[in-house]
């Protein structure tokens, strides 16, 4: 199921840290939690890399990411967005 960022936004405003998953070149895992994920447009969303020169490293590297993200009103259901990186960005939702 397709979802818009815009229908994100709820998820996005840091009150529950993202969690942020990359992988190097040569598949080694990297797992690291985003204390805010920002909406830029439709198409896009930002983190900053203050603190993530391995996530960093590893984007530059091999184009692909995965920020899970929470809804704060519905964080005691677990209710969670996947929001993937690729070439050609795709939104997931799935609800755990």
């Known amino acids: 199921m397709k979802i818009s960022l815009e229908s994100l936004r709820p998820f996005l405003d840091g ?3 993202a969690v942020v998953a990359t992988s190097a070149q040569d598949g080694t895992p990297n797992v690291a939690y985003a204390s ?3 909406f830029v447009d439709a198409e896009h ?3 900053s890399y203050q603190f993530f020169s391995k996530t ?3 984007v530059l590297a091999h184009p692909y990411a995965q920020v899970q993200v929470v809804e704060p009103a519905a964080s005691a259901t677990s ?3 996947c929001i993937t990186s690729a ?3 795709k ?3 799935s609800n755990t």
């Open 45 to 47: 969303v930002a983190l």
């Open 15 to 17: 009150a529950i840290p």
């Open 87 to 89: 070439p050609k960005p």
């Open 91 to 93: 939104v997931r939702c």
């Open 79 to 81: 209710a969670s967005s």
């Open 56 to 58: 960093r490293e590893n």
């Open 36 to 38: 805010q994920v920002h």
